[in-house]
């Protein structure tokens, strides 16, 4: 995928290294396993195959499948906005994976006593907990327009996923007309799982403003957008953080 | 609270991950995690712009562990790894007084040369300088929508804040 992955991990006293360490290397290999089956970068990883017709769906390793049909749910719910049997080249679930995946290693970490465990893939983030009782992570939004600066700043359950045009290395197409396209200038969506986040976060950087009537009775999915001319939308129940009186020191 | 950081950072072909283990107070060496492949040469992409599965290297001088607990008001540097972004490798150096950063910089860069990524590095890299130190004064846990430059920032960053012993 082309990615990097930054995964933290905050736990409590007392807590042995050896399990941490254990569950950091189950994470990397999930990480890794996804990489080699749905890599379209790598000409033999079974989703190349699978987009070049060398193999079906059903001799693609399992997850193949899995994906592919939750891919199919969030392009249900996004109203058909994000697609990835719309993209040039062939069906590409990258924009699924990414966040599918880190998911997946965000549960390896979850096994034991931790307060809170965060996995960052490139600005796409999962989280579980908080830096302790009572302390919710914290995440800042990129602002599109000057990135010296933080757009807000959301109180993170779950995870939250950003898509742009500013953004270099995403490319957002418009399924319908099948042409680059963004509505907005940045589209980010929080909820309970990475993968169907940014999948919409997609969907709504594409669609535009039109697209928080999506997100509006999605339960869990909140959706903030910044348009092009600076104003900003959200859904109902955007998590904005409070504001802190002054920063700690 | 400050939480002492463990960085790992190892080479996979496509994705890298850094693994921060944030603990208090103990300090805990983890090196690296095994399976970690070996480290590749820096590649430079052959064009701009696109999102390439390239490889990712880690850390060439791993960030000590255990250091010295930070006194308040001693400015101290340092320099994290050597990391590859999409355009090459670059290392950041920050300085801190106590436990603030009071600078953030980069400490070498090697981009190819190309027009293109040199553009996007010159626009970008002052954006990221920024962007770590309006991080600290929003007390953030990360950042959602960073571009690909930033992480490789990041990683820089995050091992050279950890050789003096913060975050």
């Known amino acids: 995928m082309g990615t990097v992955v930054t995964i933290d991990v905050y736990t409590t006293d007392g807590m042995a290294g050896a399990d941490v360490r254990r569950q950091l290397a189950s994470a990397r290999a999930i990480l890794q396993g996804a990489d080699a089956v749905f890599s379209t970068w790598k000409p033999q990883s079974p989703m190349s195959r699978l987009r070049r017709g060398e193999i079906t769906c059903a001799q693609a390793p399992a997850e193949v499948a899995e994906v592919l049909e939750r891919c199919a749910v969030a392009r249900e719910l996004s109203g058909g906005w994000f697609d990835p049997w719309a993209m040039p080249g062939g069906i590409d679930p990258t924009g699924y994976v990414k966040g599918w995946a880190a998911q997946k290693a965000l549960a390896a970490l979850c096994a034991s006593e931790i307060s809170g465990a965060i996995v960052n893939a490139a600005g796409d983030i999962a989280s579980v907990g908080g830096l302790g009782p009572g302390k919710p992570f914290r995440i800042g939004i990129a602002e599109p327009f000057s990135p010296r600066r933080l757009a807000a700043v959301v109180e993170l359950t779950g995870a939250i996923a950003t898509s742009g045009t500013y953004e270099r290395g995403k490319h957002l197409i418009d399924p319908h007309s099948r042409r680059p396209a963004a509505r907005v200038a940045s589209a980010s969506v929080t909820g309970p799982g990475l993968g169907l986040a940014d999948a919409l976060a997609t969907a709504v950087a594409v669609a535009g403003q039109s697209g928080l009537d999506l997100i509006e009775p999605l339960d869990g999915y909140e959706a903030l957008i910044i348009a092009f001319d600076g104003t900003r939308h959200w859904t109902e129940h955007f998590p904005f953080a409070p504001r802190e009186a002054s920063p700690p020191s | ?167």
């Not at chain 2, 492949?37 to 960030?63: D, I, M």
């Not at chain 2, 990360?142 to 690909?148: E, N, T």
């Open chain 2, 1 to 167: 609270m400050k939480r002492a950081p463990i960085v790992i950072m190892g080479t996979v072909a496509g994705l890298v991950g850094t693994l921060t283990f944030h603990t208090t107070p103990a300090h805990l060496s983890l090196g690296t995690l095994p399976g970690t492949s070996a480290s590749q040469p820096p590649t430079v992409p052959g064009s701009g712009g696109s999102s390439h599965g390239h490889s990712t290297s880690g850390s060439s001088s791993p960030p000590k562990q255990g250091s010295a607990k930070p006194q308040p008001g001693t400015t101290r540097t340092a320099v994290g790894p050597a990391v590859n972004y999409n355009f090459g490798v670059l290392s950041v150096k920050v300085t801190v007084s106590g436990t603030r950063i009071t600078k953030v910089g980069i400490a070498s860069i090697n981009d190819g040369g190309m027009y293109r990524s040199q553009s996007i590095d010159q626009q970008a890299i002052p954006v990221l300088e920024q962007e770590a130190m309006q991080a600290q004064s929003a007390n953030i846990q990360g950042v959602s929508g960073a571009s690909y430059t930033s992480a490789g920032f990041a990683a820089s960053l995050q091992a050279a804040l950890h050789s003096l012993g913060l975050r």
